[in-house]
């Protein structure tokens, strides 16, 4: 079948699924493929729990007036979802970086959203499938789209970016992220600066650009159109105020004006940032970005401010990376109280630098005081002798129930594989 076809298909069922255990009546199941399984296995399942029709790459599979055969069914969603995209006329705004790209860009979508219908990424679905599922859900009422991308090697944004045609693009920062994808520091700006590269080529793009780092600076030389933001020498400047552990920030231009938020950290500065440089350039008053971003609170384990009976937590544990958990540790060092204590997971995918970015954090430690310091993974073994270790979360979930933290500072962050959430699980609520 012809993605033309195709397209007439989905204008007739425009509720896509890839899980058969979240089938809805009458949605259009694409029957995926993965290491461990293959979707047209699941054709007849997907049907009997109300699928419209389902999509397969295997002709074993058919099921007579049921199904709809193509070549590949990964490439099919993919250009499904390109052709959908044509159909757009309004702004596509693309978000990449190595840290912070999913707060910016739901503070982004909570900034748009005060004026105009705005449709973004769910949670962090930003690879090579969520990317068109974002694409594929938004619908005839659309009057903006930000679509977050994820990637964790060369030429990924490079193919987002030709399935979602961003008119837009902000790359949040350029750190130590996936290294064992994209090999050193200078492949990661490469591999994020694809979104500039497209941009750039196609000749009347946007690009809000974080001006306080030089390199990006640089990487978006020759873009049509730059919209500067940063702590100062830009369009919109701000800086963090307070002395809180929520981040606010003292705008100077294009007004002043105090923004009080509830993101834990400093380093979430230029993601608000970031989104009043949107809101602004879409023409929002700075009355109503104010009120969407004093109103946004963290969810999903980034930078959440959690109370549990004497204790404060700042649980940041869906990813980590050498950048972020660097901004992490010192967020926290500079926090005032008279304990202290980490939590750390170990990073992964960080390739032949594991163990050199892992000793980079341990020095970084060795450099604060703290009440106690507990760290899970293989990587942080090496340091046992000096800190509290544990293989896995579960471990250090069983240890943290028999050495309940009172009245003190919490951190809490590692990479998802990690699981540092369960260690949230066992601290106790004691008054």
């Given at each position: ?116 219908k705005t449709y973004t990424t769910a949670g962090n679905l930003n690879n090579h499938i969520g ?260 293989e896995d979360s579960a471990e250090a979930a069983a240890w943290i129930t028999n050495h309940q ?24 609520d004691r008054v």
């Amino acid at each position: 079948m012809t993605i033309d076809a195709l397209y007439q298909v989905y204008l007739q069922y425009p509720n896509v699924q890839t899980d058969t255990r979240k089938i809805k009546e009458g949605e259009l199941f694409f029957a995926l493929k993965g290491p461990n399984f293959n979707g047209n296995s699941f054709a007849q399942q997907a049907i009997d729990a109300g699928a419209a029709k389902v999509i397969i790459d295997e002709a074993a599979y058919e099921i007579p007036g049921k199904t709809i055969l193509v070549a590949d069914v990964l490439t099919a969603l993919q250009q499904l979802a390109a052709y959908h995209r044509k159909q757009f006329r309004f702004p596509v705004i693309a978000v990449t970086g190595s840290n912070g790209k999913t707060t910016t860009k739901e503070l982004i979508h909570a900034v748009l959203s005060t004026t105009y219908k705005t449709y973004t990424t769910a949670g962090n679905l930003n690879n090579h499938i969520g990317v068109p599922l974002t694409l594929l859900k938004i619908r005839n009422d659309a009057q903006m789209a930000v679509v977050e991308m994820g990637a964790n090697h060369l030429l990924e944004i490079e193919g987002y970016c030709k399935i979602a045609q961003p008119t837009h693009g902000l790359i949040t920062n350029a750190g130590k992220a996936h290294l064992e994808g994209f090999g050193s520091l200078e492949g990661v700006k490469k591999g994020k600066g694809e979104l500039y590269d497209f941009l750039r080529q196609r000749g009347n793009g946007t690009a809000f650009v974080m001006w306080d780092y030089d390199y990006l600076r640089t990487m978006s030389a020759g873009i049509a159109t730059i919209i500067r933001y940063g702590t100062a020498d830009a369009d919109v400047v701000g800086k963090a105020s307070g002395a809180t552990a929520f981040l606010e920030v003292a705008f100077e231009k294009p007004a002043a004006t105090t923004v009080p938020t509830q993101l834990v950290g400093d380093y979430n500065l230029p993601n608000v940032l970031a989104a009043t440089a949107i809101g602004l350039h879409f023409n929002i008053p700075m009355e109503q970005i104010k009120a969407a971003l004093e109103s946004y609170a963290p969810s999903n384990s980034r930078s959440q401010l959690l109370e549990k009976g004497t204790n404060k937590i700042i649980l940041d544990a869906y990813n980590a990376n050498p950048s972020s958990m660097r901004l992490a540790i010192e967020n926290l060092a500079n926090m005032t109280g008279d304990k202290k204590m980490l939590l750390l997971g170990a990073m992964a995918e960080m390739g032949s630098e594991t163990a050199t970015e892992h000793e980079s954090i341990i020095q970084l430690i060795r450099n604060y005081h703290w009440d106690s310091v507990v760290l899970v993974g293989k990587p942080f073994e090496p340091y046992a002798c000096e800190f509290q270790y544990f293989e896995d979360s579960a471990e250090a979930a069983a240890w943290i129930t028999n050495h309940q933290p009172e009245n003190t500072l919490l951190l809490i962050k590692g990479s998802r594989s990690t699981q540092m959430e369960r260690i949230l699980e066992v601290l106790e609520d004691r008054v």
